[in-house]
């Protein structure tokens, strides 16, 4: 846009984190104006992409910040909980009326974010949320405790103690009273992003003191500069895309029964089973996680603010979605000062 002196100015873009859905254009040829985002995304999009450091901003975490050139706005950063160096920014329009809006990016929302000081006690206009998984369907279990259930299985597995009374046969162990069995070797893979996911597999690496590695299966076992190496392949799947409720539950539940039965639920390693085909030397466990909000903390994100407006970042290509998304809006406004979610940690509720 043209400034005072009639030149155009270069307008400045917001990078919420390294994924390649949100920097599909960036490339070494980046020209269009200076970027900003966290210090952990700076340094990933100048080595992954080669953009010239030159239209690299980094801003400090936590801190508000005065954009150049943009009419008096101030960003604050803050831990999206959602891949290293994640962020969302909340800008403070300078005018004789402060305006706060809070754009959430890509994230998993926690009771640090609401109780965060640039959030805590504010009015904000508008709140634009992550709204992957807007759908009561897709109350997965709360992330530290699903990263500390793949852990302890880990753990179980390499040990040779069966992770359930019920699924002795996925795990070898010497036969009484016969001669001790050669130990297995068993590899751990995780499925990740090259971005994303880490906390899994750091948590099981630290688990069973040993380095996780990413790739097929089989190949593992039948590559030959690994074949004989290992006697049998465990791999984790965390994706929130395949969870499924229990069977009965509800598909338009009250806001007080998704609170009430998500916190009343216990998630550990005996919650974790194998894909439906497993064999002897390979099996897969479905592991319902995401570093997306679920359904039950989106509405707990909500009730713990004081907004005026909820805006949907994703899902909105169907006004089908959109109709349906507006209407759990319209009853976390509806509820919000009634309800109040007790966290049950600092990093769940």
């Given at each position: 846009m043209p400034s005072a002196t009639g030149k155009f100015q270069e307008l400045p873009y917001f990078l919420t984190h390294a994924h390649s859905d949100h920097y599909t254009n960036l490339s070494s040829t980046w020209k269009h104006g200076p970027i900003y985002c966290s210090e952990e995304t700076a340094n990933l999009i100048i080595h992954i992409l080669s953009v010239d450091k030159k239209w690299v901003h980094p801003l400090p975490m936590d801190v508000p910040t005065l954009v150049p050139n943009s009419g008096g706005v101030h960003v604050t950063l803050i831990s999206a909980n959602h891949c290293p160096g994640s962020s969302f920014p909340s800008p403070w329009i300078g005018s004789s009326k402060t305006f706060r809006y809070l754009h959430c990016g890509d994230f998993r929302a926690s009771p640090q974010h609401t109780e965060h000081p640039a959030v805590k006690g504010k009015r904000l206009d508008h709140v634009y949320l992550d709204t992957t998984y807007l759908d009561p369907?897709?109350?997965?279990?709360?992330?530290?405790?699903?990263?500390?259930?793949?852990?302890?299985?880990?753990?179980?597995?390499?040990?040779?103690?069966?992770?359930?009374?019920?699924?002795?046969?996925?795990?070898?162990?010497?036969?009484?009273?016969?001669?001790?069995a050669s130990p297995e070797r068993i590899l751990m893979v995780?499925?990740?992003?090259?971005?994303?996911?880490?906390r899994i597999v750091k948590a099981i690496a630290q688990a069973i003191n040993s380095k996780i590695s990413i790739d097929k299966l089989h190949a593992y076992l039948t590559q030959p500069a690994l074949k004989g190496t290992f006697t049998r392949v465990v791999g984790f799947r965390p994706t929130g895309w395949t969870y499924s409720p229990p069977a009965g539950s509800s598909t338009s539940p009250t806001l007080t029964s998704v609170i009430t039965q998500t916190q009343q639920k216990s998630f550990t390693h005996a919650s974790l089973r194998p894909a439906r085909t497993p064999t002897a030397a390979v099996q897969v466990y479905p592991v319902p996680y995401s570093e997306h909000s679920s359904f039950f903390e989106l509405t707990c994100f909500a009730l713990a603010l004081d907004w005026r407006r909820m805006i949907a970042t994703v899902n909105v290509g169907s006004q089908r979605s959109r109709v349906k998304m507006d209407g759990w809006m319209k009853k976390w406004e509806a509820e919000r000062k009634r309800m109040k979610v007790k966290p049950r940690r600092d990093d769940f509720w």
């Amino acid at each position: 846009m043209p400034s005072a002196t009639g030149k155009f100015q270069e307008l400045p873009y917001f990078l919420t984190h390294a994924h390649s859905d949100h920097y599909t254009n960036l490339s070494s040829t980046w020209k269009h104006g200076p970027i900003y985002c966290s210090e952990e995304t700076a340094n990933l999009i100048i080595h992954i992409l080669s953009v010239d450091k030159k239209w690299v901003h980094p801003l400090p975490m936590d801190v508000p910040t005065l954009v150049p050139n943009s009419g008096g706005v101030h960003v604050t950063l803050i831990s999206a909980n959602h891949c290293p160096g994640s962020s969302f920014p909340s800008p403070w329009i300078g005018s004789s009326k402060t305006f706060r809006y809070l754009h959430c990016g890509d994230f998993r929302a926690s009771p640090q974010h609401t109780e965060h000081p640039a959030v805590k006690g504010k009015r904000l206009d508008h709140v634009y949320l992550d709204t992957t998984y807007l759908d009561p369907k897709y109350t997965f279990p709360p992330q530290p405790l699903v990263i500390s259930a793949c852990a302890d299985l880990a753990k179980r597995i390499a040990a040779g103690i069966p992770p359930d009374p019920k699924m002795d046969q996925w795990i070898t162990s010497p036969a009484k009273g016969k001669q001790k069995a050669s130990p297995e070797r068993i590899l751990m893979v995780v499925g990740t992003y090259s971005v994303g996911k880490e906390r899994i597999v750091k948590a099981i690496a630290q688990a069973i003191n040993s380095k996780i590695s990413i790739d097929k299966l089989h190949a593992y076992l039948t590559q030959p500069a690994l074949k004989g190496t290992f006697t049998r392949v465990v791999g984790f799947r965390p994706t929130g895309w395949t969870y499924s409720p229990p069977a009965g539950s509800s598909t338009s539940p009250t806001l007080t029964s998704v609170i009430t039965q998500t916190q009343q639920k216990s998630f550990t390693h005996a919650s974790l089973r194998p894909a439906r085909t497993p064999t002897a030397a390979v099996q897969v466990y479905p592991v319902p996680y995401s570093e997306h909000s679920s359904f039950f903390e989106l509405t707990c994100f909500a009730l713990a603010l004081d907004w005026r407006r909820m805006i949907a970042t994703v899902n909105v290509g169907s006004q089908r979605s959109r109709v349906k998304m507006d209407g759990w809006m319209k009853k976390w406004e509806a509820e919000r000062k009634r309800m109040k979610v007790k966290p049950r940690r600092d990093d769940f509720w």
